[in-house]
């Protein structure tokens, strides 16, 4: 890389060190538990769609609220979505902070580099 | 039609034109060309994002499916805004926290540098030149065909081939970015625009709107009238394929979407990975909001225009156009018009940058000079002569292909490809200790391979065409279909997925292993990410 000297550089033991510790491995966890089930969440829940209407088109078409259960399902993935934007973005606030600490203490380490 | 569309295009060009000039004179230096000295803020990428993201296809495609197939078409649109959850809780940070200009630069912190960015590079430049030129041909028939046949199909493609060069060339990702935002701005509001007119033509009742869906009357092929629910499933995606070529869709969506090189690079243009993610919450409220929004545009086209009117006036495409034309007079036509055809120059001119960025970063400095620039700059300077040549092939395979050619399956292809091929190895290198270079490398060419592969004999190059179906609009096979499916998604991800495993498995090799730690930790907490510039 051509001007990779500007960039913090660190030696495999380091990596290794952080890598292994313990904050990190709360990050990690911590990450985890969110990223984990919501991506899980939303892969079925979107999957659902195209499936139920695919295969179910005569329950798909019953008639709520003046108009259907499919564009009513349709429409209610926009704001699920949103929702799970939302919620990681809350959720992340967390990583930040914990990132922060490990960022900190390694350049702490490295005399400011 | 008056002049009046071609006022607000060149009112357009011009505004963008300025934009380039003012860019040009701060995108000197890698990182302020590449990636904008990486000082875009979280809601100007966001925006950039959108307007990136957002094609015509999107705007007059789908409002004409909708149009002509009615909720198949809505349906149609969710997939390209959920998509963006896996960029947001997957991709978007630990792609700014450890990569510099281009999705190689993660693969190559712990694989061998030159095979993957070499592959990964091959793999940009078949996404980027296939959507080019989808864009291209759909650009040419659209600007004929917006400008009342003051313009010819080639003139209109060499015109917007220039415009995106020039952007390219001379204003670098700045100038791009900057495109990409106007675009989107203008894009929101015509479309929000639209929706209000259609719901005062609904007298801004819900009931009244949705009561007049479920009646559209128009003829069919045969042309017998026909009444039909517009709401009702089933229109496009019949038995027995449909269903599943709409699944197949959906998952080159959901993983395609995280692995586009045009979307990629412009989470490099802001200055940290928390930015990165604000940006992606943006988009993904414009995004959305628009995407809802094509109910009233392609409802409001099937209802107040309907399907026989459209179809004698220039078919699908013209859907939202005509709805304009039909709420408010020919000064909205041409205002729509012209945001259309701002949406292809913007997606255009992030095509060529993402496309240049990957030749010149990748392929040029790294491949084959082995990560040193000979000269301070040529990186710039290879990529600025690269945007001439990548513009110069997308406009002479567009205008050999001409107006009438069948280009649809080109889009579904790119995300196949990014999907397939650039997903798994960016996820597998990010999460998988064991991944190696051989695994890269075969899943790299593995998922380009299958997913064009089997586009080549799927329903969209092969088919028994009648005689009047001439030239290139012909299919390219004359036969019956190997492969039943449009989207080759639902076989090239696993292929994928399994030549990057297998690979893997199948050779070892402990350097790779012993810096995932390093890769880990820097995607993850930020330590050492490549800092904004000054101009």
Known sequence: MADANDRYQASQSTWDKIAESQEFKDLMATKRTFIVPA????????????????????????????????????????????????????????????AKDIVDKAEIVKGGK | MSNVPLIMFLVFIAITLGITYWASKRSSGASAYFAASRQIKGWQNGIAVAGDYMSAASFLGIAGIIAFQGYDGFLYSVGWLVAYLTVLLVIAE????????????????????????????????????????????????????????MVTFNQ??????ILMIVYVV???????????????????????????????????????????????????????????????????????YGPLDLISLGLALIFGTAGLPHILVRFYTVPDAKTARNSVVWAMVLIGSFYIMTTFLGFGAATIVGPDFIKTHGGTNMSAPLLANALAGPIFFAFISAIAFATILAVVAGLTISATTSFSHDFWTNVIHNGVER???????????????????????????????????????????AASANLPVIVLSIFWRRFNTAGAVSGLAVGLLASIGLILVSPSMMAIDPPTVTGTARHLIQAKALFPLENPGILSIPLGFIAAIVGTLLSHEPTSQHKFNELLVRSNTGLGAEKAGSH
Not at chain 1, 55 to 63: E, H, I, L, N, V
Not at chain 1, 71 to 94: D, E, K, P, T
Not at chain 2, 156 to 161: E, F, H, R, T
Not at chain 2, 380 to 406: D, E, M, Q, W, Y
């Open chain 2, 156 to 161: 209109a493609v060499i015109g917007v081939g």
């Open chain 2, 375 to 417: 000269k301070p700059g040529e990186e710039v300077v290879v990529a600025r002569i690269s945007a001439f040549a990548v513009g110069a092939v997308a406009i002479t395979i567009a205008i050999l292909l001409g107006p009438t050619a069948n280009v649809a399956f080109l889009v579904a292809l790119a995300f196949a490809v």
């Open chain 2, 170 to 240: 001379f204003g670098g990702m700045l100038a791009t970015t900057w495109v990409q935002i106007i675009k989107a701005i203008l894009l929101m509001a015509g479309t929000f625009l639209l929706s209000i007119l259609v719901m005062a033509h609904f007298g801004f009742s819900f009931s009244n709107f949705f009561a007049a869906i479920g009646h559209v009357t128009y003829h069919d092929a045969k042309g017998v009238e026909v009444v039909k629910d517009f709401l009702q499933p089933g229109l496009r995606y019949k038995p027995p």
């Open chain 2, 94 to 149: 630990p792609l700014r926290n450890a990569g510099k200009y281009t999705m190689a630069d993660v693969l190559a912190y712990r694989l061998k540098p030159r095979p993957v960015r070499a592959m990964a590079s091959l793999s940009t430049l078949t996404v980027s030149t296939f959507y080019m030129i989808a864009q291209m041909v759909g650009a040419g028939a659209l600007v004929k065909l917006l400008l009342g046949g």
């Open chain 1, 39 to 98: 991506f899980i969440f939303f892969v079925l829940y979107y999957f659902a769609l195209p499936v139920l209407v695919g295969y179910a088109p005569q329950f798909m078409s019953t008639k709520v609220l003046g108009v259907n259960l499919a564009y009513l399902f349709a429409l209610s993935q926009f704001f699920v979505a949103w929702l799970i934007a939302g919620l990681y973005v809350r959720a992340a606030n967390n990583f930040d902070r914990l």
